[in-house]
């Protein structure tokens, strides 16, 4: 596959982009898959695990980057390795399990046996198959190129050449800082990934999370009437939008302003609260922390996060005991028109076993596969494949309406904002819906790119 085989429907992106509008053919498209699993998947840096998932000499994970399995491994000098996990020999998984600790990875074929660092240490028979041993190297399981750690996220790259993972976070890193970084120990997983199959494009999970205010007040007003949250007619209206260049993007609460003084650090309590240390955060990021922290976020192409204080139960009143959940998720392509999602609970390294359990049932309360938002999202999300292969939608050449970037009140970045990115003073405006889908076309002829902010204007 090329980029000539797509390219008659890149112009079509490319022209409807220029008018807020997109093609609905791209999220169901064979060749168009095809096409992101080598451009996007193949070249911009993938978060694979967290550190606290391999904290130890032999850990191991089985993660995906695309369609592609990977073992994620602590070698025995504490080195982070990305290997792909098919034998050599007849590309069999030589890992068969989602995590534990082993030395050695052994292929169930013919017993091809790679230590973990990926080097290959033994043929059965050797003697008699190859007379002398392999080259450990050059018949090792392939290696992710590069493979890099920021905040304890461990993120890699299928492509030798191309931008540093400083360089292609960019502003995306300081904003990646006001969730993790606020006390020297940082957060661990608390358990494993979830995983639950959609019949939806991973893209709509990546747009939902770059931006989308809008469609609070309509799809989740089933929380508000069973009384799990308050005011989500007015998340548009008051939620703030935050664009860090390059397909990495936040939606912000100012919780001390709608909610009051006690929402204080997203509502995380007095004690807890009084733990975090913010010396290493830069003036702007102290009141971002504080007073309007992101709930909601994307880093592209496929890593997004939800952190949101949410009742542990609902008594009706809106006064039950709230916990913080903090959730990062991966939206994993399968296939056109299908995804996986992984879901992560995250929770600070001090916190107490109570504490934490708390943190994780809050949740999946609203975010496990069963979670009051989950369940409203994953149905709606599967109606852009759908459209895109119904016949008579393509007689019609449907595109979808993101017109909302110049018809909206507002829509000028705030002058007054100090910190890194732009920031927009509402949630209306599809601005950062519409530059995921420029930077996603960009990716696609051009491959991964530094991070630069600002190069979209909507």
Known sequence: MTELD?????????????????????????????????????????????????????????????????????????????????????GTQVCQTDTGNSRFFKCPYHGWTYSNNGDLVGTPNMRGAYGTPLDAKEWGLFRAPRVDVRSGMIFASLAAEGPSLEEYLGDAAWMLEMLVDLHPKGMRVAGPPERYKLKSDWKTGAENFSGDAYHVGTLHYSNEQIRIIQGTKANVEVTRLYDFGSGHYSINMPFTEVAGPEFTFWGYGAETAAKFDLSGLDEAQQHIVTHEPPIIGNIFPNLSFVRAPIPLATDGQFTMQMAVATIFRQWQPIGPGQMEVWNWQFVWDFQSEEESLASAVAGQFVFGSAGTFEVDDTVAWEGAPKAAKSPWMKREDMQFNFEQAHRSVEREPDPAYQGRGIKRGTGYGEHNQLNFYRHWLRTLRFGAQPNTAGTFAS
């Open 6 to 90: 797509i390219d008659p429907l890149l112009h079509r992106v490319e022209q409807a982009l220029a008018e807020d509008r997109l093609p609905a053919e791209i999220f169901n498209d064979d060749a168009l898959f095809a096409a992101e699993m080598d451009q996007v998947f193949g070249t911009c840096w993938v978060f694979v695990a967290h550190e606290s998932e391999i904290p130890n000499p032999g850990d191991f994970v089985q993660r995906r980057i695309g369609v592609d399995p990977v073992i994620v491994t602590r070698d025995g000098h504490g080195g982070v390795n990305v290997l792909s996990n098919y034998c050599r020999h007849r």
